[in-house]
């Protein structure tokens, strides 16, 4: 995960998942985005891994990635994991 901040007080915030998700599709869900399946869709690179940029806000952000619509993934590389209210961690992104 990549971080820079933009001439705005955003932070420009770049989520990458491994090929090792094995997915046809992956998206970024999260509080940032009422953890929709649609708003943050993730581009396909050619070795199978998925990118997405962001530009968000200062703040705290709980997140992880749905592959496929319906397999869930936590950040390797997340700044922290929180409990969820499902029995899992969420990753955590600080911007």
Request: glycine fraction near 8%; charge should be negative; aromatic fraction near 12%.
């Amino acid at each position: 995960m990549n971080k820079t901040k933009t001439e705005t007080g955003e932070v420009s915030i770049t989520f990458e998942l491994s090929a090792e998700a094995a997915a046809s599709t992956a998206v970024v869900c999260g509080d940032f985005n009422g953890w929709s399946l649609t708003a943050s869709p993730m581009r396909r690179r050619e070795d199978g891994s998925f990118v997405a940029t962001l530009v968000l806000p200062l703040g705290r952000y709980e997140f992880r990635y749905c592959v496929d619509g319906d397999r869930w993934f936590n950040d390797w590389h997340a700044d922290d994991y929180v409990r969820n209210d499902l029995g899992s961690d969420n990753s955590v992104v600080i911007a």
